[in-house]
C-alpha cells in the first residue's frame, strides 16, 4: 500500500528565508504522481505542484520546486522567499498511476510558520 | 470559470442520524472524489466516482455511500451518524489521463453531537 511520511509536524521560518518541507513516500506503484498542497485557516485545499515519476527534470511553479529524488524516495518542496502568506498546513500526497483519475494518499502535514 | 462548489458549508447533526453533502465538480470534470479530514490529520480518500460509476473506494464503512449524476455532481451520504464523522468533507474533481492535480473545493464541516 502506498503511504506517505511527513517527519516535520510544524517550521518556524524568518521571512524572505527559503524553507524545505520533507516528504518520504513507498509505493510499489511503477508509475505514480506526487503533489504538494497547501491549506490555510480557511480549510480549502490549494494545488501547488506536480511531479509525475516519469518526469526527467524536477517540477518548478513560481516560487516552488520539487526535490524529486527516485531513488530515495523523496519529494521535498523548497519555498523559495518565503511569504508571510505562506503560513498555512503543507500536505504532501500520492496517487497512482499516470492518472489524476486516481485516489491521493496525503501525508499527516508539516504546520508552516512565517516570522516577519 | 466557477471552481467546485460544496454545499452546505456547515452542518450540525446528532448521533444516528443521516446527511448528504453534495459537490459540483468544475464544468468539464468528469471524475470526483470524496475525502475525509479529521482535525489535525491528513485528508483520508473516500470514494471516487467517474462517469457515474465508483471508480474507488477507501478504508470506510458501509454507513458512507456516493453516487455522481448525469451532470457529473455528486452526492455523499452517511448514515448513522457516530461522533467520529465530525470532520471536514472535501470534494475534489479532475480530468482524468492528464496526470495532474485534482481540484478542491472549500468543503463542508460536519459536526456530530
Known amino acids: 500500500a502506498q503511504k506517505i511520511t511527513q517527519t516535520q509536524p510544524g517550521m518556524f521560518v524568518q521571512e524572505k528565508e527559503a524553507v524545505t518541507l520533507d516528504c518520504t513516500y513507498d509505493t510499489s506503484d511503477p508509475s505514480y504522481g506526487l503533489f504538494w498542497y497547501k491549506q490555510p485557516s480557511s480549510g480549502e485545499m490549494i494545488f501547488l505542484i506536480y511531479?509525475?515519476?516519469?518526469?526527467?527534470q524536477n517540477a518548478t511553479e513560481g516560487r516552488y520546486s520539487l526535490n524529486f529524488q527516485k531513488a530515495r524516495k523523496s519529494a521535498n518542496l523548497v519555498i523559495s522567499a518565503s511569504q508571510l502568506g505562506d503560513s498555512a498546513m503543507y500536505f504532501c500526497a500520492h496517487s497512482p498511476g499516470y492518472s489524476s483519475a486516481s485516489k491521493i494518499i496525503f501525508g499527516s502535514g508539516t504546520r508552516l510558520s512565517i516570522r516577519p | 470559470d466557477a471552481g467546485v462548489t460544496q454545499s452546505p458549508t456547515h452542518l450540525i447533526k446528532t448521533r444516528g442520524q443521516h446527511v448528504t453533502l453534495r459537490c459540483s465538480p468544475i464544468s468539464g470534470h468528469k471524475s470526483v472524489s470524496w475525502y475525509q479530514q479529521v482535525l489535525g490529520q491528513g485528508p483520508q480518500f473516500i470514494f471516487q466516482y467517474y462517469e457515474k460509476e465508483e471508480r474507488g473506494r477507501g478504508n470506510f464503512p458501509d454507513r458512507f455511500s456516493a453516487r455522481q449524476f448525469p451532470n457529473y455532481s455528486s452526492e455523499l451520504n452517511v448514515n448513522a451518524l457516530l461522533l467520529g464523522d465530525s470532520a471536514l468533507y472535501l470534494c475534489a474533481s479532475s480530468l482524468p489521463g492528464q496526470g495532474g492535480e485534482q481540484f478542491f473545493g472549500p468543503g463542508t464541516r460536519l459536526t456530530v453531537l
Open positions: 511531479q509525475g515519476s516519469y518526469d526527467q
